[in-house]
């Protein structure tokens, strides 16, 4: 696997504008940068831009695989600004158009999202979508949410009758949560043995990512211990603010995070060395206890393969029988690295690696004593409340074991 090479940034920020941010309201809003990588030289590249809620920020990835007929695959498309089409055109001059543009999921909105205007930037692609797709809260027609009506169609079911399947093979997770559906299509690219994912797979890198450290402020915000303190750009506080933001957006309240008494968190405010409108008009209600680093050692996992704490309590069990089965043909390709959507990419992991991810699912007797990768318990406790409350709630479903019927 080769080392990915940065292509040079934009410092014209009418290059970041997504005039309509408003659809799915995530900072930084209007003004989206890009940082484009090649991973593999003339045959895949990708492009990260960063989204997020409360400046818990994340990489959000498109990735894109030149043709061996000439041509290009988008899977994943991100915000279509002028930064970001203006390097696919490029691509485009070298290896010819646009001909597949891929939507992987069936849930994730902020992928979603960007499919009908980043198609309208290439007329002649086809757009595919995987099966059973839903909106909330009108279930609405994917051409009423800007999807091309004349040239958006539902992947097969096979690979081998995709107008692509001669160059990659796709299985596709499909969960039935009966609100809407949970959907992946892993896409193998067998020419550069590279493994696209949605949502499934991620790995989390002890250093903020290169696209967050374009826009350090989420970083220092974090790294405080109270409003009390100032922003101070340090190496260690950006490390310290990505590995607390990696903490919130994975299990969203960690045992290590408590909510300061709002009484307190007012009278600090008013103390606060930064009352602007970015710092929340000084408004910082978390406390971290001293032994917050240990829950992200755990998450972290010396950067190994994961799933997401919220997709192995909450969705992933709702079907487990059909998880392991798409484990399964997806660890019979050869791959040797993984792209995911969201932070660390590529991670260089092969199928065994992969499985090792999903044990979770599988009977203590199935798998070899310490092999099972593990989060903190107390971490995940918060997750496990909403749980039962939305099953309290007839909003979801108790997790089946895999001797139940799917």
């Known amino acids: 696997m080769t080392q990915p090479s940065l292509m040079p940034l934009s410092r014209n920020s009418q290059e970041w504008s997504w005039p309509f941010w408003f659809t799915v309201p995530l900072y930084p809003y209007r003004n989206r940068r890009t940082i484009c990588r090649e991973v593999i030289p003339d045959t895949l590249w990708t492009f990260d831009q960063l989204q997020g809620i409360l400046y818990t920020v994340v990489p959000i990835r498109m990735t894109i695989v030149k043709l061996q007929a000439g041509g290009l695959l988008i899977y994943a498309p991100i915000a279509p600004t002028p930064e970001c089409i203006r390097w696919v055109k490029a691509l485009v001059a070298d290896h010819g158009e646009v001909k597949y543009i891929l939507l ?3 849930s994730g909105l902020e992928h979603k999202v960007f499919v009908g205007p980043f198609a309208r930037f290439f007329p002649n692609a086809q757009v595919f979508v995987a099966p059973h797709q839903w909106s909330f809260p009108v279930n609405l027609p994917l051409s009423w949410l800007g999807f091309p009506s004349k040239r958006t ?6 690979s081998v009758d995709a107008p692509f399947g001669d ?7 499909d969960i039935d949560l009966g609100q809407g559906a949970f959907t992946e299509v892993a896409l193998y690219h067998r020419q550069s043995r590279s493994l696209l994912l949605t949502d499934t797979i991620l790995a989390v890198p002890s250093d903020p990512p290169a696209i967050v450290q374009l826009d350090p402020y989420p970083l220092l915000f974090h790294a405080r211990e109270s409003a009390l303190d100032p922003i101070t750009a340090t190496e260690a506080n950006l490390r310290k603010g990505w590995q607390r933001i990696a903490l919130f957006a994975l299990y969203f309240q960690p045992a290590a995070l408590a909510m300061a008494d709002v009484k307190q968190a007012f009278r600090e ?3 606060a060395p930064d009352r602007s409108r970015k710092a929340y008009f000084g408004f910082f209600p978390f406390r971290w206890q001293s032994d917050w680093a240990r829950s992200f050692l755990a998450l972290h996992g010396n950067g190994r393969p994961l799933v997401a704490p ?6 992933l069990p709702q079907d487990p029988q059909q998880v392991i089965e798409w484990v399964a043909r997806v660890a019979e390709w050869d791959f040797c690295q993984i792209i995911p959507c969201h932070f660390e990419a590529p991670i260089a992991a092969d199928s065994h690696q992969f499985r090792q991810a999903f044990t979770f699912l599988e009977p203590e007797s199935q798998h070899a004593s310490g092999t099972q990768l593990t989060f ?5 406790q918060f ?17 089946k074991s895999l001797s139940s019927p799917s």
């Open 269 to 271: 405010a008013l103390k």
């Open 376 to 380: 903190l318990e107390a971490d995940l």
């Open 310 to 315: 919220i997709l192995q309590t909450l969705i």
């Open 104 to 106: 992987p999921t069936s």
């Open 167 to 173: 160059e990659f093979d796709y299985a596709i997770l």
């Open 153 to 158: 169609h539902v992947l097969p079911p096979n």
């Open 383 to 399: 997750i496990k409340n909403l749980e039962a409350n939305l099953v309290r709630r007839g909003i979801a479903s108790p997790p």
